[in-house]
Nanobody, 121 residues
Framework: QVQLVQSGGGLVQAGDSLRLSCAAS????????MAWFRQAPGKEREIVAA???????YYEKSVKGRFTISKDNAKNTVDLQMNSLKPEDTAVYYC???????????????WGQGTQVTVSS
């Protein structure tokens, strides 16, 4: 069982940066793959970035080069650094964890509470 608590988020202007953090409970955090998802109003939830238990990463096409996911096994945290934010990045962002092998897909088992990111133009 993994419990995830998110922090960060808020209202920023286009071009600004924002960092989201997610703290996980549990002693086996290093064996979990982690991801950040987002859901905009009227849209389906989509995976934004993921990092496997071994450190491999995946980025959704629209954020590649702007967002960076990082995982700190010593601190049991996963962060999402978001640079050059755009209004279309506005959404509720969720961190998630899984011990499945298909870490790059949208099938995750444990979820954070969600945090709003709003980017004004």
């Amino acid at each position: 069982q993994v419990q995830l608590v998110q922090s960060g988020g808020g209202l920023v202007q286009a071009g600004d940066s924002l960092r989201l953090s997610c703290a996980a409970s549990g002693r086996t955090f290093s064996t979990y793959s982690m991801a950040w998802f987002r859901q905009a109003p009227g849209k389906e939830r989509e995976i934004v970035a993921a990092i496997s238990w071994s450190g491999s990463t995946y980025y959704e096409k629209s954020v590649k080069g702007r967002f960076t996911i990082s995982k700190d096994n010593a601190k049991n945290t996963v962060d999402l650094q978001m640079n050059s934010l755009k209004p279309e990045d506005t959404a509720v962002y969720y961190c998630a964890a899984t011990d499945r092998l298909t870490w790059w897909t949208n099938v995750y088992d444990y979820w954070g509470q969600g945090t709003q990111v709003t980017v004004s133009s």
